[in-house]
């Protein structure tokens, strides 16, 4: 298995470049291999809201490291098993909505990464140790340096509790989920009000300023420069809002809007 490939978002990141990720909700092999040809520097294969079993989850991985993108796996909540299962099957990284305080940020964190740093069961007979070929101290050592850890950023919750998550060691990136945000504002669907983008530039600002990657949803092409001018570095779109959006755009300049 290439394990060249772990370690380059982690790199990039430290290095602070701007990093562009596909969210994954339908899981087609095609669809990564497509992102990873299209430019895209890594893929969010989404089990939280996506409908993909861990045997499917493994051929995902397994097309986007076949075709040279980063795979992370956003699993469904902060659970040790799933979050285990996912780096165990080829999972760079991982990343887990609703977290709203430190301690459940401390969880993910120790789920991810061996001992010392947290108490990730050892098996040298995964994938992601290469079936035993690649296992040993090296790929603890390796997945320990290499593994990134993402958390979300998205309920009122979270935001009050920011800076005590800042402090916690082993997050590399605090992602806004800009809808759930907007839902638990007050605001449902409207994930543009001025209240909810003030506070995920505020957001931002605070992450990039404690050291640490800020990331974000995006919704439309134009808002890149906007939130990387702000300090966000890890941003991602929706690749059903991608596909749907090209298929709406394609159906009025022919046959006319629905």
């Known amino acids: 298995m290439n394990m060249v490939i772990d370690g380059a978002l982690a790199v990039a990141l430290r290095e602070q470049c701007q990093m562009l990720g596909l969210f994954a909700g339908i899981p087609s092999p095609a669809m990564i291999e497509m992102a990873a040809f299209a430019g895209f520097d890594f893929v969010v294969i989404d089990n939280e809201h996506g409908p993909a079993s861990i045997e499917t989850t493994e051929h995902l991985i397994r097309a986007a490291r076949s075709a040279g993108i980063v795979p992370i796996v956003r699993v469904s909540r902060a659970d040790p098993a799933e979050i285990l299962r996912s780096l165990d099957i080829g999972a760079s990284g991982i990343q887990v909505p609703q977290i709203n305080e430190a301690a459940q940020a401390r969880l993910v964190v120790t789920a991810a ?146």
């Open 113 to 258: 990464k061996y001992p010392p740093a947290g108490n990730r069961g050892a098996a040298f007979s995964t994938r992601a140790a290469g079936w035993g070929f690649q296992g040993g101290a090296a790929h603890l050592e390796r997945s320990n340096a290499q593994t990134l850890v993402i958390t979300h950023i998205e309920t009122v919750d979270a935001v009050r509790n920011l800076d005590e998550m800042l402090s916690v060691s082993g997050v590399d990136v605090l992602f806004i989920g800009p809808t759930d945000l907007s839902v638990s504002m007050g605001y449902p669907g409207r994930p543009d009000h001025p209240e909810v983008q003030q506070t995920i530039a505020d957001c931002i600002r605070r992450i990039t300023a404690a050291g640490k990657t800020a990331g974000l949803m995006l919704t439309a092409p134009q808002q890149w420069t906007r939130f990387v001018d702000l300090g966000a570095r890890y941003l991602t779109f929706n690749v059903a809002a991608l596909v749907g959006g090209a298929m709406r755009e394609t159906v009025a300049a022919t046959k006319g809007s629905p």
